[in-house]
């Protein structure tokens, strides 16, 4: 059925170190890769996506990879700061992009 | 300046009292949707509309209703709350589809005693 798997559901992290979150979605036909970030108290806000035509996209620290065949993607984080710790979502597109089925969310610290 | 809006942001209430918690969009956006999010869960999907008039089921749909009469107004319905119903739940837009950036509202935390 319609599922996206997201893993690690915590990560602790020092600062300066990378973090890497992993997704699995199921329908093939999905096409965009968002991922949202949510600081404690507020809501989810978008901090980097990816549509099915490329493998990777990069923006400044933070960078998503995509690879189709395998039905994942994932989220890096480069030089992290306390400032990252947050919890963070992927999501995957169904029903022809109108069902949105989020991961369960990664709850980063990031320890200075 | 370009938003959605929840209301109420806090709300406690008793089983079986109805209530209407309203979500509104000032950027034309044609999508919008109800999320719940609860500890472990993440967000789950409770309705979308593609439009006006236009609404389906997401995951967990049991217990709700949307309506879709305005393009800037998608306001969530639980005509009998009950305990499980309790969380925080969050409404989104977005131009056209699930398959753009979502726009978050602020949140509505639900407490149903």
């Known amino acids: ?112 | 300046e370009a938003q959605v809006t929840q209301n109420p942001r806090y709300l406690i209430t008793v089983t079986g009292k109805k209530l209407t918690v309203t979500c509104s969009q000032n950027m034309n956006h044609e999508y919008m949707s109800w999320y719940r999010q609860d500890p472990g869960l993440g967000l789950r999907q409770i309705y979308y509309s593609m439009n006006v008039e236009v609404t389906d089921k997401g995951d967990v749909p049991e217990g709700y209703k949307v309506s879709r009469k305005e393009k800037r107004n998608f306001p969530l319905i639980l005509e009998s709350p009950s305990p499980n119903q309790t969380s925080l739940y969050f409404c989104a837009s977005s131009p056209r589809s699930g398959a753009e950036t979502q726009y978050f509202g602020p949140g509505t935390r639900l407490l149903v005693l």
């Open chain 1, 1 to 112: 059925g319609e599922n996206v798997e997201q893993h690690p559901s915590t990560l602790s992290v020092q600062e300066g170190d990378s973090a890497v979150i992993k997704c699995t979605y199921s329908d093939s036909a999905s096409n965009y890769f968002p991922w949202y970030k949510q600081e404690l108290g507020k809501r989810p806000q978008l901090i980097i996506d990816i549509r099915s035509n490329v493998g990777e996209k990069k923006d400044q620290r933070i960078a998503v990879t995509l690879n189709k065949t395998a039905k994942h993607f994932s989220l890096h984080i480069t030089e992290t700061q306390p400032e990252d710790s947050a919890v963070y979502f992927c999501a995957a597109p169904y029903t022809g992009g109108f069902k949105t089925i989020f991961g369960a969310g990664t709850r980063l610290f990031v320890k200075a």
